[in-house]
T-cell receptor, first 111, second 115 residues
Framework: GQQVMQIPQYQHVQEGEDFTTYCNSSTTLSNIQWYKQRPGGHPVFLIQLVKSGEVKKQKRLTFQFGEAKKNSSLHITATQTTDVGTYFC???????????FGKGTHLIIQP | GAGVSQTPSNKVTEKGKYVELRCDPISGHTALYWYRQSLGQGPEFLIY????????DSGLPNDRFFAVRPEGSVSTLKIQRTERGDSAVYLC?????????????FGEGSRLTVL
């Protein structure tokens, strides 16, 4: 079945450093979504990318969807302590409704 | 309510017991999903409802797991003869129409611990 893989699994950064997480799918995706989960919280939707090569920005966050629509990345510029959490990418479940989530990248920020 | 509501927030039970977890989706959302999240992992799909019917239950791990949504709103996930491996956070999510066209709105989850 369809798989969504994320790297790295953990990322430690100093506050103010940049952070990037990468997502790869075994199949072409019609769209990809990103979610953030704070420690002890639930996943919260960040963004959806639909078009090949699409780039979207939300303040310090930049999201990209690959040309082949099989990979995506999330880049955070100048991390802040409020960015702490786990970032998940998710793609449609190959012909079925619902999403397949990656295992997430846990962002740990050291002040 | 304003968001997806799940009860209980925490449930501790003994191995072999029966458990029910409840989800109240956002009003008007026809699509409802149950996911399971183990520590350090991403949410894992269990079942999807469109209206009252279970449109896709392919993620349920075995026949001890069952879910209903009798009136197309509130859903209950039922686990029989619980096992220690069932311990996880069970997340419910809803969306206006499904069809992978928009975000999932998650509840806070029900943390199940099987002793």
């Amino acid at each position: 079945g369809q798989q969504v893989m994320q790297i790295p699994q953990y990322q430690h950064v100093q506050e103010g450093e940049d952070f990037t997480t990468y997502c790869n799918s075994s199949t072409t995706l019609s769209n990809i979504q990103w979610y953030k989960q704070r420690p002890g919280g639930h996943p919260v939707f960040l963004i959806q990318l639909v078009k090949s090569g699409e780039v979207k920005k939300q303040k310090r966050l930049t999201f990209q969807f690959g040309e082949a629509k099989k990979n995506s990345s999330l880049h955070i510029t100048a991390t802040q302590t409020t960015d702490v959490g786990t970032y998940f990418c998710a793609g449609p479940r190959g012909g079925a409704d619902g999403l397949t989530f990656g295992k997430g990248t846990h962002l740990i920020i050291q002040p | 309510g304003a968001g997806v509501s799940q009860t209980p927030s925490n449930k501790v039970t003994e191995k072999g017991k029966y458990v029910e977890l409840r989800c109240d989706p956002i009003s008007g959302h026809t699509a409802l999903y149950w996911y399971r999240q183990s520590l350090g992992q991403g949410p894992e799909f269990l079942i999807y409802f469109q209206g009252t019917g279970a449109a896709d239950d392919s993620g349920l791990p075995n026949d001890r797991f069952f879910a209903v949504r009798p009136e197309g709103s509130v859903s209950t996930l039922k686990i029989q003869r619980t096992e220690r491996g069932d311990s996880a956070v069970y997340l419910c999510a809803s969306s206006p129409s499904g069809m992978n066209t928009g975000e999932l709105f998650f509840g806070e989850g029900s943390r199940l611990t099987v002793l």
